[in-house]
């Protein structure tokens, strides 16, 4: 049977070498140490006052997620007319450095829902990288905030013009930092590290706002990308495409990751006439074959994460009104049940538990199965809008708000 995994990206990262950090002690990219929002520490059940709170600091505007390795935090966020990419002491929350650049809003950009910016940045061996709300792309040096390289995706390669800004999160792959770009022949385009050359491009999608991450199918390291209008396998080192499947709706709105199992069944979704599907993914005579194993239109992810456990995907299902968190099942999309104890929720997994955190500020430890949600411990944080997955390492839960960053103790 072909080989059917999701590569660990920390392993894959720049020509400095896999992060030198435990993968325990690390979040280095969206999604954590493996980009699937998994992570082996467990939790106990909670004080009944909730976890402590080590400490709180306010944060520029964004939904950008905090990154973490060698007890520094990184984030970036939004002040004025500028843009700040920040490095933080992972102890006490105290600034280390700051690199300000001017990022003007471009006239095409709906600010309704904030001003961004989105992406989550990436640390790839002592360089971290990280792109703005209109798409500018910078290389900076991990422990001074020095620049070291500069890329202006829709300016200057003339990317995709999403109204909502630019949201995909850096991948990394050997010496390559892969993004969507978008537009004929650059859907995704690959940048060495070391220098910010155009390393490849491929595909003739325009970009929507899910990040791209790594599987290993037939042995071989693919990257997936949800774009505008399909989702779509990639060879990492050259780009040449290998695969595609439409997924429709309004593209430029595909926000959630898509979720890949071990049994090459791919999880798709998104909102505003997106839905749901499930695709086999399977390596047949050194061709990738994609066969969709089931659509439906009422479940639909708008821009939290899901988590599949088991032989169940758990999604936060809706993009107005109530969104319920959904168990369905992998092989044939039946919902297996709904439950609105949260309200819209991003998972991370913690050992045999899932750690939860949902837009107006629940954070929980839950335990989620085919037979229902089981909540062991709950706590509310002082926060308005806390729409950005928190990162976890070691036994520190960080929480980013709109506004604000949190970081917690795990008992």
Known sequence: MPSLKRVMAAGLLAAGGAASASESESWPQWGGPSRDFRVATESAPWPER???????????????????????????????????????????????????????????????????????????????????????????????????WRRDLVNELGGSRNTRGYASSPLAFGDLVILPVGGAGQALVAFRQASGDVAWKSGDFASGMASPFLVELGGEPQVVALLHGAVAGFEPASGRLLWSHPHGGRGERNISTPVFGDDGRLFVSSAYGGGSRVLRLEVLSGRTEVRQLWADEKVRVMFTNALRLGRHVFVSSGDFGPVPLTALAVETGAVAWRDR???????????????????????????????????HSRMQLPVDKAWTPPSVVGRRVYVRTNTALFALELP
């Open 50 to 148: 909730g976890l402590p709170i080590v400490w709180q600091r306010d944060l520029d505007e964004g939904y950008s997620g905090v990154v973490a390795s060698h007890g520094k935090l990184f984030t970036i966020g939004r002040r004025g007319d500028k843009e700040r990419v920040v490095a933080f002491s992972a102890d006490a929350g105290k600034t280390l450095w700051t690199y300000e650049y001017e990022a003007p809003l471009p006239s095409f950009m709906l600010t309704n829902h904030g001003v961004g910016p989105r992406a989550t940045p990436l640390l790839a061996g002592d360089r971290l990288f990280s792109v703005g709300i209109a798409g500018t792309l910078l290389c900076l040096e991990r422990d001074s905030g020095r620049l070291l």
């Open 341 to 375: 104890s949260f309200a819209r929720l991003n998972l991370v997994q913690l050992g045999r538990h899932v750690l939860v955190l949902d837009e107006k500020g629940s954070l929980g430890l839950v335990s989620l199965t085919a037979a229902g949600l089981t909540v």
